[in-house]
């Protein structure tokens, strides 16, 4: 090949590399417009839609009612930071079949999944850990003690009302969190009755329910308060169970179930659970035993959850102020709730049919109704019984 031949087809090379770098970088500079258009248009969608972004953080108030949080551990009179203890002798542990010596300990919280994840670790504690049994001998403490897991609050009064040995109270942490399972779980509750003529879906939640989720979810806590004055109570926040080193989990529920010493138990308890972890080949996300992971996805379903809320509740109220903080005006709610209450301290607890706006308590969406009935006492229930008139009237739907 002559050497002008050779040089003619290194020119066609020369250009045709400089018309591919071109396409090249044509493409490259069109993705970036793209991608910023994209980003630009994310940003006007995000200020049209109402503002900031939204977190499930504690609100600006929150310690207030962290600071109300009271146990009632049997032989632990200690202070601690967070909760009031109350000393052994105040600590009923009322067991209503005396003849069968069965202990009834409830896991108490709001429709929701927050009990899941320590339900199953505590029912592993138990069925590791021994008790006295009736003649007194050591006997798994599985065989004598029933675990009730509710919603249903116990009715004011000592064990001989409510029925309970002991009570679990899985307190929701942050409160935005459990306000956001709770309205999520009754949505899905009840787009599965028959009776409801409307599906419901989470699109139909408001920032009207989301705040008198939230003052349910304080006057619950309000209401184990009072009882925690003379039973034997448990109150652990969600986060602290996924965050809490489980040697310490362990020690906190052989104290607190009065279980009798065990040098191995620790090691017998994680062996189990983690053997059950490895077992269940069929885990839901719901049954998740990576609390830390259960937790992140709760978090996760919360903030997508506010952040519909903050875009429906800006498309259905144009005129007024579109950037308004929702977490301000949950703030507001708690403040008003602690205020209402004497800070968890007045007695009755404010309702939980009247979480309405102020102007009218009474009017709550049928989602916020369903909770309400959810959380109310249930006077019908085994050992139970309803003297106190706030209980029957909440049983009743009366209030």
């Not at 050591?138 to 897991?149: D, L, M, N």
Request: hydrophobic share 35%; net charge negative.
């Amino acid at each position: 090949m002559s050497s002008s031949s050779s040089s003619i087809i290194s020119k066609i090379l020369v250009v045709l590399i400089i018309l591919c770098l071109g396409v090249s970088f044509k493409k490259t500079f069109e993705l970036m417009g793209h991608h910023e258009t994209h980003i630009a248009q994310e940003a006007i969608h995000h200020e049209a839609m109402g503002g900031q972004s939204i977190s499930v953080d504690p609100l600006e108030h929150e310690i207030m009612y962290i600071d109300t949080i009271k146990d009632c551990i049997p032989g632990n009179g200690n202070d601690n930071n967070k909760k009031k203890k109350k000393k052994k002798d105040k600590c009923g542990t009322f067991i209503p079949n005396e003849e069968s010596g069965i202990e009834r300990v409830a896991f108490l919280a709001p429709p929701g999944k927050t009990t899941k994840m320590l339900l199953k670790f505590i029912n592993i504690v138990l069925m590791k850990g021994m008790k006295e049994g009736k003649d007194g001998k050591s006997v798994s403490a599985k065989t004598v003690i029933e675990i009730i897991s509710d919603t249903h609050m116990a009715p004011y009064g000592y064990g001989k009302t409510h029925g309970y040995t002991r009570i679990i109270s899985v307190v929701p942490q942050p409160l935005l969190m459990g306000a956001t399972d709770t309205l999520k779980a009754a949505v899905e509750s009840l787009s599965t009755l028959s009776t409801v003529s409307t599906p419901v879906s989470k699109n139909d939640i408001t920032l009207n329910d989301l705040k008198a989720g939230l003052r349910q979810q304080v006057r619950y806590t309000c209401r184990l308060n009072h009882i925690a004055a003379h039973t034997a109570i448990w109150s652990i926040g969600l986060e602290d169970f996924a965050e809490i080193e489980r040697d310490v989990l362990v020690d906190l529920a052989q104290d607190f179930f009065e279980l009798k010493p065990q040098e191995n138990l620790f090691n017998e308890v994680i062996a189990e659970y983690e053997q059950a972890v490895a077992d269940d080949k069929v885990m839901g996300d719901d049954d998740d035993d990576n609390a830390l992971v259960r937790l992140n996805s709760m978090y996760a379903e919360g903030e997508s959850l506010l952040r519909l809320i903050q875009i429906n509740n800006s498309k259905n109220n144009k005129n007024n102020d579109k950037n308004s903080d929702i977490l301000k005006i949950l703030d507001a709610v708690l403040l008003d709730e602690m205020k209402i209450s004497k800070n968890l301290t007045a007695w009755p607890c404010e309702s939980f049919w009247t979480v309405g706006e102020p102007d009218n308590r009474l009017e709550i969406s049928p989602i916020i109704r369903s909770i309400s009935k959810a959380m109310s006492p249930n006077c019908d229930a085994p050992h139970t019984s309803c003297f106190v008139k706030r209980d029957k009237c909440e049983f009743n739907g009366d209030e």
